[in-house]
């Protein structure tokens, strides 16, 4: 069950994706040869007017393959035959795609379950929260200089915090206050936040119900701090504080699914599917975010050469870009083979 419910979240994630690429490319006037899910040998496919829809074997991908996307410009609908400026938006629609995405799935599970914003209710006596001055009706909106919005940011930083103290930015009947906040270790913050109930459910007495649009607001900061905390994860790489073990890829990703699962079915089905709804919204967020950076190969990578024609007026070589894509694909998939093989070691 958790290889096809991950199969089933990664498929919906890339074909999302693909689809970003697909919509722009026709918009923009470039004939989609074929929008694939899966990568290997065709299973099913199905030719409707320009474009191949297909299905195929490996369900590890997709792509959608446009006309003319890999050589130098000769077909008058072809990718390379647009503007500049229409490729950036091509090859930005599907991370796009998968920002929203997440907002979406982040949206729908807070219209079910409710959510708590970064406005105090209530202090309690003696903690470093009042011993710092602040008070019920406090909104809180950042610590340590980043900006916070829902509980999740505020829980996130003051874990991360470097020390014992942190700065913590507030408004108070419309007028900006700081203050330093002394939290030992071990010792709790010494507030609870506004929550509300979720649109679809039952009123709670002295609880307010959630509306529609505050449900997507609230879902677009849920997914602002899923790409914050990827961020995180990446620098934590960057700066050698985090190790290989602390990577997952698909295999490792299909472990914690069933762990998931098999947690949240004894429960109730209802439990299940927003745990799983939540795993998928994060990991939306997270391939939105690696497909920015700037990495040959990536969307971010082929964005940056984009980028250098638009300041050229001239567009790079493509055999020079293409050697580059290639490079940048080959230390990808060995990374990929390396996580693979971790994840396996962690198994045994």
Known sequence: ???????????????????????AAKKSGVIVEEFAVGMGPKLWGKQKGETLYSIRLFPIGGYCKMADEDREGSDKKGFNNISVWKRMIVILAGVFMNFILAIFISSVIIMFIGYSENTISYVSEQSPAQKAGLQAGDEITSIDGSGVHLVQDIRFRISQRESENVVVGYERNGDYFETNVNIPGGENFGIAVTSYTPLFGESVEGFEKAGLFESIKAGFWESVYMVKITFYGLGQLVTAKASLDDIAGPIGLTTVVGEV??????????????SIANIAALLSANLGVMNLLPIPALDGGRFVFLVIEAIRRKPIPPEKEGMIHFAGFAILMFFGILIAFNDVFKLL
Do not use: P, R
């Open 261 to 274: 699962y098999e947690k949240t079915i004894s429960i109730s089905i209802w439990d299940m599917i927003i």
């Open 1 to 23: 069950m958790s290889v096809i419910i991950t199969i089933i979240i990664f498929g919906i994630i890339v074909m999302i994706h693909e689809w970003g690429h697909f919509i």
